[in-house]
């Protein structure tokens, strides 16, 4: 009888419960098992393929790297390339800093330094060897802070009001209150035309149980009751109070 060649496959075996090998190993050799998530199996892969042939590499095993079959001076292996082009960036990010740089005191110098307004802030690299080293801003940056107060604060201070409530992009309300009810608050004035009813939850109205909540004695719970979940209340909204 001829001997039957079982033909060389990577089998997806991340979730095979029956496979052997390494827990975090996705892809192996359907013959002997032999992780190949980085390359090709040595042992059972095909190394002849018409029309193509290996780099040149002097790894040990060697990679398993084909290129277009053609007369040239030959091409180095590109995965060798790629490992020590990684390992010259990691011997360069290797940690050659003082080691008053990891203190606690130089973080909160960093910290004051940004507060004060004289950097742009600072920031902590951890590993590489990096233990909490601190990276000092640019001094004269760009910092949210002036002799430890915020910008924002600022403004207000020279424009000659106390800080208020915060209404968005850096203002407060006295910045720039409500031009139809001079709410200095996020919110109208309760009794401005423009000011959305108020609304409720009620879990037996469907699509999301958000209600209209304007007090109307003649309906069921006291409330208007209007499902406001895709579009106003049409009876208490502004643009129908308007009309």
């Known amino acids: 009888m001829a001997e039957i060649t079982l ?144 910008r924002d604060t600022w403004r207000c201070w020279l424009s000659g009001h106390r800080r208020g409530e915060p209404v968005g992009f850096g203002y407060c309300g006295k910045c720039v209150p409500w031009p139809c009810c001079q709410s200095i608050r996020e919110e109208h004035n309760p009794t401005c035309a423009e000011a959305d009813p108020p609304v409720t939850f009620d879990a037996s109205v469907p699509p999301g149980g958000f209600v209209c909540a304007v007090p109307m004695a003649t309906m069921p719970g006291g409330i208007c009751g209007m499902p406001v979940e895709s579009e106003p209340c049409s009876e208490h909204s502004p643009q129908r109070v308007t009309q």
């Open 7 to 150: 033909a060389y496959q990577e089998q997806f075996v991340l979730v095979d419960d029956e496979y052997t090998g390494p827990a975090d190993t996705a892809f192996a050799c359907n013959i002997c098992g032999t992780p190949v998530d980085e390359q090709p199996c040595p042992d059972h892969a095909p190394t002849t393929v018409p029309g193509l042939r290996l780099v040149d590499c002097d790894a040990e095993p060697r990679h398993l790297l084909w290129v277009h079959d053609r007369d040239d001076y030959g091409v180095p292996c590109y995965l060798c390339q790629a490992i020590e082009r990684e390992e010259k960036d990691r011997a360069a990010r290797q940690c050659r800093h003082w080691g008053w740089r990891s203190w606690k005191a130089t973080w909160w110098l960093s910290l004051k330094l940004y507060a004060l307004g004289v950097s742009s802030g600072g920031s902590i690299t951890r590993g590489d060897g990096h233990d909490g080293c601190v990276t000092f801003g640019r001094l004269r940056g760009n910092s949210s802070y002036v002799l430890g107060v915020s």
